[in-house]
């Protein structure tokens, strides 16, 4: 079955101090996987995915194909990182998403 | 310059009165899809269009239908609403094939009475 696990509801952390959202998929071959995410009151957006191995706000994520995980890590949270984060698997030559429940992220001043 | 619209954003409908959620794009993409997403729920895939051609997902209801007249619009159809189906209703679209971005319309609450 292909699924995405996001672990945590809700992470809450002080300015400053770093962040790792965590994210755990099923899928029986090599998936594309994403990060999704929601600022208050804006539309879903695209923040990072794996194939581009780039750095987007700070943010970067590392596919372990091993462990089957894709967390995504900052080393020093902002306020304004604060947001609803998606993990999402495509699987190779879908043109779909499988999203996890999402992680709410607080940061606090 | 909003990219994907959805109209209305809030929509009340009456058990078993059909309702229809609209979808449009100012990108020229050939894929629009259709998500479902419940209360602190995960996004859920309904079906997509790739151009003209529908892709239904296994386990979306027949209640749940869609239409793309042309490639700017897209329609969610559901034809007789369940107290189930109150949910936000997100519109996406993407280039085509391969890896590629989504870009996500705000969604259109549907609250069922």
């Known amino acids: ?109 | 310059d909003a990219m994907v619209i959805q109209n209305p954003r809030y929509q009340v409908t009456q058990f078993g009165k059909p309702v229809t959620l609209s979808c449009s794009q100012t990108l020229n993409h050939n894929v629009m899809y259709w998500y479902q997403q419940k209360s602190s729920q995960a996004p859920k895939l309904l079906f997509h269009y790739y151009d003209k051609d529908f892709n239904n997902e296994a386990d979306t209801p027949d209640n749940f239908q869609s239409r793309r007249p042309n490639t700017s619009f897209c329609f969610l159809d559901i034809r007789s609403p369940g107290l189930g189906d109150a949910a936000m209703y997100l519109c996406a679209t993407s280039r085509g094939f391969g890896v590629n971005e989504q870009y996500f319309g705000p969604g259109t609450r549907l609250t069922v009475t």
């Open chain 1, 1 to 109: 079955a292909q699924r995405v696990t996001q672990p945590e509801k809700l992470l809450s952390v002080f300015k400053g101090a770093p962040v790792e959202l965590k994210c755990n998929y099923s899928y029986s071959g090599s998936p594309e996987l994403f990060w999704y995410v929601q600022y208050s009151r804006q539309r879903l957006q695209l923040l990072l995915r794996h194939i581009s191995r780039e750095s987007i706000k700070g943010f970067t994520a590392d596919l372990n194909k091993g462990e089957t995980s894709f967390h995504l890590k900052k080393p020093f949270a902002q306020e304004e990182d604060s947001a609803m984060y998606y993990c999402a698997l495509s699987p190779r030559g879908y043109n779909k998403l499988i999203f996890g429940a999402g992680t709410r992220l607080a940061v606090h001043p």
